[in-house]
């Protein structure tokens, strides 16, 4: 069974300070691996979107790495910002899945001052 | 900007009485999604059109249908909402039918409450 599972489930930082958020998956055979930002009562907006070859992705403050040999992920946020708080999304695609997604259940950052 | 909008963004409804949500995308996109998002829950997809193609996912409840009218406007419909249906839903866009590298847009929900 596909699967996406994130950790930590949720996390509070400071104002400045990086954090890391994980994403390990299950989802077999791998296309591409999504991570989204989703702000309370919004849609999720995209921040990385990684394939089979490539291991790490920027956005701005935002690094995704990627280990398709161990099937995790990883997203690094840089001098976080109130705005950072968020829930984080992993969401893996398969190939011959169509269309469909599996995604993890998030990683609820809050950024403090 | 091409994106997809969703209205309205907060849609409050009776037990019962059947409500309407809409999406519209300017992205020209194949494919249109509708989830539903309970707090703290990943996205539970409900069905997907591929152009005019109606695809239902297995353990999506008939109270819920979708029209598809034209590329642009994607609707769903809950006929009899109960409470449990209370939910953020998610209308997403993508280019087609395989994954895409790029072009899975998500609008920004409608909130719906029963009361």
């Known amino acids: 069974k596909n699967q996406v599972e994130q950790s930590p489930q949720s996390l509070i930082i400071l104002e400045g300070k990086n954090c890391t958020l994980q994403c390990n998956y299950t989802v077999s055979p791998f296309s591409n691996l999504r991570w989204y930002k989703q702000d309370t009562g919004r849609g999720p907006v995209s921040l990385t979107i990684m394939t089979f070859s490539e291991n790490t992705k920027s956005n701005g403050r935002y690094t995704a790495t990627l280990d398709a040999d161990t099937k995790q992920s990883s997203l690094h946020i840089t001098a976080s910002q109130l705005s950072d708080s968020a829930s984080y999304i992993c969401?893996?695609?398969?190939?011959?899945?169509?269309?469909?997604?599996?995604f993890g259940t998030g990683t609820q950052l809050k950024v403090e001052l | 900007d091409a994106m997809v909008i969703q209205n309205p963004r907060y849609q409050v409804t009776q037990f019962g009485k059947p409500v309407t949500l809409s999406c519209s995308q300017t992205l020209n996109h194949n494919v249109m999604y509708w989830y539903q998002q309970k707090s703290s829950q990943a996205p539970k997809l409900l069905f997907h059109y591929y152009d005019k193609d109606f695809n239902n996912e297995a353990d999506t409840p008939d109270n819920f249908q979708s029209r598809r009218p034209n590329t642009s406007f994607c609707f769903l419909d809950i006929r009899s909402p109960g409470l449990g249906d209370a939910a953020m839903y998610l209308c997403?866009?993508?280019?087609?039918?395989?994954?895409?590298?790029?072009?899975?847009?998500f609008g920004s929900g409608t909130r719906l409450t029963v009361v």
């Open positions: 969401v893996v695609s398969a190939v011959g899945g169509g269309n469909k997604l599996t």
């Open positions: 997403a866009t993508s280019r087609d039918s395989r994954p895409a590298r790029d072009g899975y847009t």
